[in-house]
């Protein structure tokens, strides 16, 4: 499950609000077979747009999208995601520790500090006060991707980190 969004849907949050709003959530090819998905998705949805709406969070996303041209594709997978839904199902998951974050239809990591290079081909962000780190990684050189060959796509994402 993949929450996507374009960078021009993100807009200056007005305090308490959520500067993300997702577009939609995907599920890939084999995410089918979990029954409860499609009937969770609109709960799973509304958790992630709460979790996007604290400010310390928001704030970070506020700057990101600022400085991404507006027609980049912003693909938010695992990490948080991941743990919501692990919560919403288990009710207990591991702590958040980052948002993962792929940008398709951009061609070069945006400008942030301080950041340090991943062995995954991206950067992780440690914006000021948020909670979180971000891990980006442009969809064209995730090291899953290149070293299998596979087009830079949603659907090759997933299934590279799905089992």
Known sequence: ????????????????RCALQ???FHRSGNSGDR????SMMPEVQDRVA?????????EAVGHLQAILPSDTDVYIVGGVIRNLVTKMIHGRSPPIEDIDIF???????????????TDLGGLQWHPGTCPVSF?????????????????PSLDNLMASIVP
Do not use: W
Not at 35 to 38: E, R, Y
Not at 50 to 58: D, F, G, H
Not at 103 to 117: I, R, S, Y
């Open 1 to 16: 499950m993949v929450c996507s969004m374009n960078a021009e849907m993100i807009t200056p949050p007005a305090p308490g």
């Open 22 to 24: 997702p577009r939609h």
């Open 35 to 38: 029954s409860c998905a499609s």
């Open 50 to 58: 709460e979790y996007l709406a604290e400010p310390r969070i928001s």
């Open 103 to 117: 940008l398709g239809n951009c061609h070069v990591l945006p400008p942030l500090q301080p950041a340090t290079v």
């Open 135 to 151: 891990d980006i990684c442009l969809l064209k050189d995730f090291v899953i991707l290149r070293k299998n060959r596979l087009t």
